[in-house]
């Protein structure tokens, strides 16, 4: 028989305690995050429109475009680079939209988007920039989308509903 007992229930009633209470925050968080929501493949690309048009703080919504050949601009980054488009139309570049940049979320359909998972995922791990990926699981049952942020996103989300990217984009403060 051991002698432990459970911790559970004895740190939840001391955390409801009226003491503990005046250590909670009762505001919500007031730190902006710059984050790049990036749809990987068209089928992204048509899901995140609706949502961008949301209100948002600090985020940019962009979609891949191309693959940008090396940039020989000595920086170290391997010519990892790509050439993006706002969803108002003004064309980027992934270097400049990942400088200053908090998290790095990349959205995708299906496996349309393995290079531009890989570019994005590797720019932003350089950077140290934090990667999230959310797939919306088609109806075939494909898994080639998850099978392709998977190596690229420390955080990877899945739902059949693309009703949920906003919901985590909240979340995730952007």
Known sequence: MSDRRPTLLHS???AATAAEAGFRVDYPNSTERASRIIAV????AAILEPVADRSWRGARFLTFEAARDGDGDGNGDGGLDAHLRSFDGDPSLLSDELDGADVAVMVATGDAGAE???IIGRASFRRRIM???LVVHGRDGSNDA???LRPYASVLVVSPDEQ???DVLTALRA
């Open 12 to 14: 939840c009633a001391r």
């Open 41 to 44: 493949d068209d089928g992204a």
């Open 116 to 118: 531009a998972a890989s």
């Open 131 to 133: 990667t999230a990926g």
């Open 146 to 148: 998850v099978n392709v």
């Open 164 to 166: 949920y990217i906003a």
